[in-house]
């Protein structure tokens, strides 16, 4: 027990350390929309509290779904001080690291060689794609930490049967991060297939196991996806989504060469020609997903991100393997979160900065870290000999 705590408090110190390294070469980012919605809105709210200015008023629906990220940048100023970005950078960090040691410890339950899931939660601290937006403004930051919080014991309260701690931590949770990305609509469909399991259970209806709950979800989603780019929803946000298909866009923020062809107008009431622009833009956006050499990218970067890219996804097969073989419920839910991103990212568009990729590529680093552990045990069968765990 107290060799383990020193690993988990070297891990915390070593991501302290790490961050605090890219700070100093690279030192604190300010996103755009930092600087233009976060901060303004932020400080808006600090001087609502001292009673000098009137709450802020949200002109766009799509800016409710910031407005916890809002509310934490001003808690920061509160406390802290109005434009400490020291203090909002520092407190992300340390989140992120206390993310870290979550992640360390379903490695360190499921995986055999104990060197592995430490190596493997210090990829997630040392990729710099991974760890760069923890130096940032932004609200992928704090997303990615509460959501790792929040996942692990939402998969943990299923397990044991808890099912009325499962509905209202993930009640919580959802509330929570929603109004910091809209994004959760989609991240949460793991959480939604583990809802319905449970439900139909409750109803007696047996056969509706966790797998065909998560193709019954997925399903829906898609469907619904796909009904919101037609002119049948009209609200503001579904607009948003139809905006992005209707100018076939691939990845966002390339201009011309992130699209697809114009839509074609006169053909928008058929159904076929809506489906199969749909299907086609889907199919595009998840290339454009895993794509290891992302476009617009410098030749440098594109070369960092591809080499650790490539054996990540080599070893995440393997991990999936490892997963059906061995029934591994907490890494098949791993496996599920990590194909809502790719579905996340089909149904909607991809980010030219891969900025929403950085809440998943924790959960695709795992699965190679499960998928590493997978392989070594195959070696050992062959070849049993001393190993260190």
């Not at 992928?140 to 044991?160: D, Q, T």
Request: charge should be positive; charged fraction near 15%; hydrophobic fraction near 55%.
């Amino acid at each position: 027990m107290k060799k383990t705590r020193i690993v988990f408090l070297c891990l915390f110190v070593a991501s302290l350390l790490a961050h605090l390294g890219l700070v100093q070469v690279k030192g604190i980012q300010l996103t755009k929309d930092f600087q233009t919605i976060y901060d303004p809105l932020a400080r808006q709210v600090v001087a609502w509290i001292h009673g000098g200015a009137d709450f802020p008023t949200i002109h766009r629906a799509v800016e409710f779904f910031h407005l916890n990220y809002v509310f934490f940048v001003a808690a920061v100023y509160f406390l802290f001080g109005i434009g400490n970005y020291v203090a909002l950078i520092s407190l992300q960090i340390i989140l992120s690291s206390f993310s870290c040691l979550v992640i360390f410890d379903v490695l360190r339950k499921h995986l055999s060689f104990r060197w592995i899931a430490l190596g493997a939660a210090a990829v997630t601290i040392l990729f710099f794609d991974s760890m760069f937006l923890n130096t940032a403004g932004s609200p992928e930051s704090l997303y990615r930490s509460l959501l790792i919080f929040a996942f692990f014991p939402i998969v943990h309260l299923y397990l044991k049967k808890r099912y009325t701690a499962f509905f209202a931590v993930a009640a919580v949770a959802f509330l929570v991060l929603l109004f910091i990305r809209i994004e959760t609509v989609f991240l949460f469909i793991p959480v939604y297939a583990l809802s319905l399991s449970i439900i139909s259970e409750k109803l007696g209806v047996k056969d509706l196991s966790p797998a065909r709950a998560a193709v019954t979800v997925v399903l829906l989603v898609v469907t619904i996806s796909l009904l919101a780019k037609t002119h049948m929803f009209s609200h503001e946000i579904f607009a948003a989504d139809r905006d992005y298909f209707v100018r076939g866009i691939v990845v966002a923020d390339l201009g011309p060469a992130g699209k697809i062809e114009p839509f074609d107008v006169s053909r928008a009431d058929s159904v076929t020609y809506v489906l199969e622009r749909g299907s086609r833009l889907f199919l595009l956006r998840i290339t454009q997903f895993l794509n290891i050499l992302p476009p617009s990218w410098s030749a440098g970067h594109k070369i960092y991100y591809a080499a650790h890219m490539v054996p990540l996804y080599i070893l995440a097969l393997f991990g999936v393997v490892g997963t059906w073989q061995r029934r591994d419920f907490a890494f098949f839910m791993v496996t599920f979160f990590y194909v809502t991103a790719m579905i996340t990212h089909g149904l909607t568009r991809v980010d030219a900065a891969h900025r929403t990729n950085f809440i998943s590529i924790v959960f695709l680093i795992m699965l190679a870290g499960y998928g590493l552990n997978y392989l070594f045990e195959k070696c050992r069968k062959r070849d049993p000999g001393p190993a260190f765990k």
